[in-house]
């Protein structure tokens, strides 16, 4: 007898989702331009080759740019927002809504079973949702994903000093706190960290950073990593795909 299939529950109330992040994408829309042309470069170097996009997390799409979906002949969203799931419905009425739960216990095992032909993309989620079974994201994709090309870009760390840089940052190996803050809070001889307890989620292999301004206040550093794909490279997000920068 298979497994159940963990079901996606709504969820309207969160600080990183829900009717408050609806509201903050809107007001902050100008002020996100910037981080959305870096994502929009990462994802461009990324190029799976599977015609089928799973989206794991990702609300109204705020940070995904419309002509990057474009590619795909099938997009399946998994987001337990119903206001999020109907603004994709309104924006990009071809995506299916899934109602699969990933990020529980056996989540991503049931996500490779029932999509083995997808390429998987963990938008702005998993630097906010603990791994189940007291492991880390970065074993848990390394097993239960283990043949499927995906990619994600995740909160690492965040504090209210504004970076002094926007300039991203990108490595052969993940990088560590402290040759991180150097290069984005230079000169800083103290900073508060909130740790997202994701830093190096794709394993061993190169990784991307860039800092995202969510509100006055509340900066956050973003992590890239893509696994399960030899055709893909880790860009700085706004420029031509490259190894490195």
Do not use: K
């Amino acid at each position: 007898m298979s497994d159940p299939i963990p079901v996606l529950r709504d969820r309207l109330l969160s600080t990183s989702g829900g009717l408050q992040w609806h509201a903050t994408a809107w007001r902050r829309r100008a002020a996100w331009a910037g981080f959305v042309r870096q994502v929009a470069g990462w994802l461009d170097a990324w190029r799976p080759r599977r015609d089928h996009l799973v989206v794991v997390g990702g609300s109204a799409g705020y940070t995904l740019p419309t002509a990057w979906l474009s590619r795909f002949r099938r997009i399946t969203l998994l987001e337990p927002d119903p206001v999020a799931r109907c603004l994709w419905r309104w924006r990009r009425p071809r995506a299916e809504m899934g109602r699969l739960d990933a990020l529980v216990a056996g989540g991503l095992r049931t996500l490779r079973v029932h999509h083995p032909d997808a390429a998987v993309l963990f938008a702005n989620v998993l630097g906010q949702v603990p791994c189940p079974g007291q492991r880390r994201w970065t074993e848990t994709l390394a097993a239960d994903l283990d043949g499927l090309p995906w990619a994600s870009y995740h909160d690492v760390f965040s504090c209210v000093e504004r970076a002094a840089t926007r300039t991203p940052m990108a490595l052969p190996q993940a990088g560590d706190v402290e040759t991180l803050v150097a290069h984005f809070w230079p000169g800083l001889r103290e900073i508060e960290l909130f740790d997202h307890d994701s830093l190096g989620l794709g394993g061993p292999g190169p990784h991307a950073y860039a800092p995202w301004s969510l509100r006055p206040g509340q900066e956050h550093l973003i992590e890239w990593c893509v696994r399960g794909d030899r055709e893909s490279s880790v860009a700085c997000p706004g420029r031509s795909a490259r190894p490195a920068c």
